[in-house]
């Protein structure tokens, strides 16, 4: 009995999900056609390389301090060996903030990311939904970089209609 239970509610459900309307879309190729994306795009990879510089400029300070301090240790007395590991892990930590300040997930650079992408972003999403709403999809799939996404059929890639 049990049986022929699960057995109708499997074909209940195959006959449900074989009702839906789902389609495909490929994000990036959306976002990749909006010019003010890419011009965000380089504008972000840009302020990331400069970032990048004043960040490594603040470690090599911290490395020049050590060599120095290598260089020196052995005229030390303990208390200055004491003093300037101190002041150079200081720096250490300093310059880790710093990075964190900058690359973090509450950074400079994520909140510029923020800024630039996030209303393009609900431009891209709100013209999906649109569509898809048009279209009497049930579900949107977004095959952007989704390694689990095996198979789709080329008849529900809608792309190039959100587009």
């Known amino acids: 009995m049990k049986r022929i239970l699960l057995l109708a509610l499997f074909a209940l459900g195959v006959g449900t999900l074989s009702a839906q309307n789902c389609i495909v879309v490929d994000s990036e190729k959306i976002f990749k056609s909006i010019d003010a994306y890419n011009e965000a795009i380089t504008e972000l990879d840009r302020l990331a390389e400069e970032y990048q510089k004043l960040v490594d400029a603040k470690f090599e300070a911290v490395e020049q301090l050590y060599q120095t301090y290598v260089a020196q240790r052995a005229s030390l007395s303990a208390s200055s060996r004491q003093t300037r590991e101190e002041a150079i892990l200081s720096q250490e930590?300093?310059?880790?903030?710093?990075?964190?300040?900058?690359?973090?997930?509450?950074?400079?650079?994520?909140?510029?990311?923020?800024?630039?992408?996030?209303?393009?972003?609900?431009?891209?999403?709100?013209?999906?939904?649109?569509?898809?709403?048009?279209?009497?999809?049930?579900?949107?799939?977004?095959?952007?970089?989704?390694?689990?996404?095996?198979?789709?059929?080329?008849?529900?890639?809608?792309?190039?209609?959100?587009?």
């Open 93 to 163: 930590r300093a310059a880790q903030q710093y990075q964190e300040g900058i690359f973090g997930k509450e950074g400079t650079l994520m909140k510029r990311r923020l800024e630039l992408i996030a209303p393009i972003q609900k431009r891209v999403f709100d013209a999906i939904e649109a569509y898809a709403k048009q279209a009497g999809a049930a579900a949107v799939i977004d095959s952007a970089n989704n390694p689990t996404l095996l198979y789709t059929d080329p008849a529900s890639e809608r792309t190039q209609q959100v587009i």
